[in-house]
């Protein structure tokens, strides 16, 4: 089967001096990445890289990093992108849990990192290397493997197929519109699958990536002059909790200048339309909908300009992929009716690498499909709606307050209306008789707006039961490595 890497390669030869990368080391031609992906093909293939290799990337952003995992899909091997900056015993897991045999990196990072794993060099003299083309890929061979947390946090391996990974680039580029005038900032973090999208969507239709030092996105005023130094035109990986930081910073005049395609993911952006997020990107915002088990993406909503805030559409499936919205007894439920979505198609990954007990327990057959079809069973509530499907919650988010069925996202939602308030996180907490409580964790210029007044502004739209007991002032919201609202963490207390 045809990969991305064979396209950036057509891509080189039909226009060798377009720029396909713009990194801090300077601007990187098609001609000139194309040549490196070959030459770490050779490579790859001369130390033993094949189909259901696993093969450890832990490169610094750029040029590099782009070549390295595009070599890897070109040699039929898979992948598992690594972030040096992360403590080594969590990288070392997680490259025990991949059961990689072979690590990609630099001189100074493998000497660091000592993950004990036969390394391939990408900074020292290239070994010798047959110039034999590698063989097709085959369709159902292992194309990358990442790392989610289960209920326990413990990081589990996902396993995505060949054919999964280029159907869901295909379609996203298709979806996006994205083409040689593309110019698209790689937001999300090496490690995480969203990078991919990042990356390799633009590439394949031929247009842009520009990739800058991480401390550069995590500042607004450095964010909003890097999309209009580079003349940025899409965000593909950006979360609800970035677009709200970034439009609590009103003195930014038009930090999305340009740019005429966000896509978001990872949270629900409810409680960022609510607030009135939608005039931060005014041209086209499309929400994205789906875990790391099913290839990044099942669902795609484009919200319209002015959005509906009483719900959360997450839209309709991609090509290739199905939802499902089933009761306890998977059973469909009627529209409307909300009930646990459950994925399929395309997408759904084999499972999780050494864990077959978990695999069979998210992984389950379809009893509505043909024979062999399996989804994958999310933990999210939805319904469907007249704009496709409705995120509700997550099982596990979502708590009993005396007797009603609460979703901390509506509170959320609320409170980020109130003009002081720049970024909101509700989690339960318990007191000492045992009763759950809601206690929200908000940042923004509150110094002269009492807990009595936030109540009041959430009293103009909640019921009583939605009410918090409690309210946190915090300078900002802890964010995990994902750019993500670390609710985890604030439910354990630790500090922002």
Not at 246 to 272: C, K, N, Q, Y
Request: with cysteine.
């Amino acid at each position: 089967m045809r990969t991305v890497a064979d396209d950036l390669l057509a891509h080189a030869a039909r226009h060798p001096g377009r720029v396909a990368l713009s990194t801090p080391d300077g601007e990187v031609t098609y001609a000139r990445l194309a040549a490196r992906v070959e030459e770490l093909t050779r490579v790859l293939r001369a130390r033993g890289a094949r189909p259901e290799t696993v093969c450890a990337v832990a490169v610094e952003p750029g040029a590099d990093a782009v070549a390295a995992v595009a070599a890897v899909l070109r040699s039929g091997a898979a992948f598992l992108s690594l972030d040096p900056g992360q403590p080594r015993e969590r990288l070392a897991a997680f490259t025990r849990g991949a059961d990689a045999r072979l690590l990609l990196t630099t001189g100074a990072l493998a000497d660091r990192l000592a993950l004990g794993l036969p390394t391939v060099r990408l900074d020292g003299p290239p070994p010798p290397a047959p110039a034999t083309a590698p063989p097709p890929v085959e369709p159902r061979s292992l194309a990358y493997v990442t790392h989610t947390s289960g209920s326990t946090g413990e990081p589990s391996a996902v396993l995505i197929e060949h054919a999964a990974l280029d159907l869901y680039l295909r379609d996203t580029a298709r979806a996006f519109g994205l083409d040689p005038g593309t110019v698209a900032l790689q937001t999300a973090p090496p490690g995480y699958d969203a990078s991919i999208r990042d990356t390799f969507a633009p590439l394949l239709a031929g247009g842009r990536v520009v990739i800058v030092e991480r401390a550069r996105l995590l500042r607004p005023e450095e964010f909003a002059r890097t999309v209009r130094e580079h003349r940025v035109t899409a965000l593909l990986s950006t979360t609800p909790s970035f677009l709200t930081h970034l439009a609590g910073h009103p003195g930014l005049a038009d930090p999305l200048a340009g740019v005429t395609l966000v896509a978001s993911s990872g949270e629900s952006l409810r409680p960022f339309l609510a607030a009135g997020g939608r005039r931060l990107a005014p041209g086209r915002l499309v929400n994205q909908y789906g875990p790391t088990e099913c290839t990044m993406t099942t669902t795609r909503h484009d919200v319209p300009a002015d959005p509906d805030t009483s719900a959360d559409p997450v839209g309709t499936p991609r090509t290739g992929t199905l939802v499902r919205v089933l009761d306890a007894a998977l059973d469909p439920v009627p529209d409307g009716t909300v009930g646990e979505v459950y994925l399929g198609g395309a997408g759904v990954a084999r499972g999780y690498g050494g864990r077959p007990s978990r695999t069979a327990a998210r992984f389950v057959p379809d009893p509505w499909g043909p024979p062999g079809a399996r989804l994958y069973r999310t933990g999210d509530l939805g319904h469907w709606g007249p704009d496709g499907l409705r995120y509700v919650g997550r099982t596990d988010r979502q708590v009993k307050i005396r007797g009603y069925r609460v979703d901390p996202a509506e509170i959320e939602g609320a409170l980020l209306t109130h003009p002081a308030v720049t970024g909101a996180a509700v989690v339960p907490g318990t007191d000492d008789q045992g009763r759950t409580y809601l206690l929200a964790h908000v940042t923004g210029g509150l110094d002269g707006v009492s807990d009595g007044a936030l109540r009041t502004h959430l009293a103009r739209s909640l019921p009583p039961h939605l009410m918090p007991r409690t309210f946190r002032r915090h300078t900002a919201l802890p964010v995990n490595r994902a750019g993500k609202t670390d609710r985890r963490g604030l439910l354990a207390g630790r500090p922002s």
